[in-house]
């Protein structure tokens, strides 16, 4: 671990009052030390994990930390504040910060060693020694886990060993837990919470074995301790893999965090589950559905609506990069040699190596390579989010089929959710012992694609092709009002909640459009796009004509997103949403409401996903589009000011009240 901490990146006096000046303090101490090479998109990087779900931890610890291109080597930073940071931990501010950077593409060796930190936080002696540190050099030793080990006195080693005999004598088996813990960046929470349980276990008597789901590797439980295994317990923020192999046990479904605060707590309701014989129906997302709590836990689990988001969530994220490689090849393809070059020859018969065309050709047939995969891809992947593997072959063939009878995008939603339904339905059936093994690879595939095909061919495929075919005349349609009216929704969910839910849906609907792109759906995805670029560049315009409104984090948070909202990355302006979420927010939301409904007015269009200003050449209207840009900046822009304005305005005017000094001094304050 000498390589992730030393002493230049240890501060025992952070002076920092907030969450993003404390990451910030210690981000600049990874840059001198040549670990990270953009300090503000490495900080965006940080508030975008932050947003997802806070770092604070019982016990007065803050982990901050990320996945980014930005480090170029695994990297630990430790702070520790006298005065208290807020971190979102429920028993109240961090004294011990630790800022945890991983490349892009880390290798296990490093993720492994941060695990390893992870499971320390969890060890009263060690956050203590940390506390009591005098010497950075020292405390990077202590963190790097170079202090001398300590051999257990001999009576205690008597008594464990009495203990054990005690217990062999009495022929009583220990009750065993095993566990699953996992969190969405995968470095700290994952290994935390499996220390915590491991603890809590030894603490209770009781035997708990943990698989971690994190980024230092998936090393699956034997199937024997499984088998062995009274209840189980999943602590995770992302969706177990292989939840199969849990079926017929008592569960506990909580939340990653619940893992870290609470384990003795999930410990006891796993043992009362066990005794009233209550089992789950593992082959569902679910889980259990009576232990949740406020952190992300099984509650949410439990919300059908929370669920349905997830699985179609899922099946858009692996469709999108498929929509951004199809649509920019064919958006070049068209810029180099005109609309036409839709209908030209096969290149694989007639390509020459000197003609434009050729190559206009070329793009245009690979994009459309790519863009054929689309519906297939989501309905495989959402089935995929309901039931894992088995339901990939199923969700295909029925994404395969939607194109077949003209369902499109719609057509593909509904074969992903039948898919992974039929999936978990089959899984739910008991089977002899001999027939598991095939099940996943034969049975379920054969038996679910049948299915799926029957009822995409014969039943639900025509209604939703009618639907489809309406909503398509819909939006080809769409034009003055009733264009502006779409624009301006598309634009307030966009902005709302900048990268959530509302955000998802929107840019959803306008990536499902290019599946099978029209003229209504082409200015769909302009106006998303355009809507959400505004709440960055707002906050960085704002930064820059009234610095006064914001604090030196903010100012420097402003001058990343411009380059952030000319990416078409929305999420940079969470920062400042959650700093004064009742004046940005609004600000920004009117803003992208102008701006979609100006890029629908104005009839721009865009192939293309993603990519900010940086496609602006292969937009329809690119001026035009610039100038709805423009306008919902300036929007919100001026909202933010003159609130933020009106806010600082009032206790200034309560000072001039009372004051006693001169005319001058009353202009001063004024100014």
Known sequence: MSELITAELVDLDLSATTKDAAARSLAERMVAAHRVTDLDGFLADVAAREAQMPTGLDGGIGIPHCRSEHVNAPTLAFGRSAAGIDFGAADGPADLIFLIAAPAGADDDHLTILSGLARRLMDPEFTAALRAGSDPAAVAALIRGEEPAEEPAPEEEEAEDTESETAEAAGSAPFRIVAVTSCPTG??????????????????????????????????????????????????????????RFRGKPLVDVGVKAGINRPA?????????????????????????????????GADHAHFGVRLRTYLMSGVSYMVPFVAAGGLLIALSFAIGGYEIASAKSVADHFVWGEADSWAALLNQIGSA???????????????????????????????????????????????????????????????????????????????????????????????????????DWLNGLSGSNAVILGVVLGLMMCFDMGGPLNKVAYAFAVGGLADPTDGSLKVMAAVMAAGMVPPLAMALATTVRKKLFTKTERENGRAAWVLGASFITEGAIPFAAADPLRVIPSVMAGGAVTGALSMAFGATLRAPHGGVFVVPLIGEPFLYLLAIAAGTLVATALVVLLKGARRAAPDAAGEAGATGSDDSRVTVAA
Do not use: C
Request: aromatic share 6%; proline share 4%.
């Open 265 to 297: 707590e999930l410990i006891a309701e796993a043992r009362r589950k066990a005794e009233r014989g209550e089992i789950a129906a593992v082959s569902e997302a679910d889980g259990d559905k009576g232990s949740g709590d406020g952190d992300g836990s």
């Open 370 to 472: 790519a863009f054929a995969f689309l519906v297939p891809v989501l309905a495989g992947y959402i089935a995929y989010g309901m039931a894992d593997r088995p339901a990939l072959v199923p969700g295909f063939v029925g994404g395969s089929i939607a194109l077949t009878v003209n369902a499109g995008f719609l057509g593909g939603l509904v074969a992903g959710l039948l898919a992974g339904a039929v999936v978990m339905a089959i899984q739910r059936v008991p089977v002899h012992a001999t027939l598991r093994g095939i099940m996943p690879v034969l049975v379920i595939p054969l038996i679910a694609s049948a299915v799926v095909g029957f009822l995409m061919f014969i039943v639900v495929g025509k209604p939703i092709a009618s639907l489809q075919n309406a909503l398509t």
């Open 187 to 244: 470095i700290a929470h994952t290994y935390m919470a499996a220390e915590s349980l491991t603890a809590a276990g030894r603490a209770e008597g009781v035997e708990v074995t943990v698989e971690t789901q994190g980024s230092a590797g998936f090393k699956k439980l034997d199937a024997g301790v499984i088998a062995a295994a009274d209840a189980v317990i999943w602590a995770h923020d992302v969706e177990v893999r292989e939840k199969a």
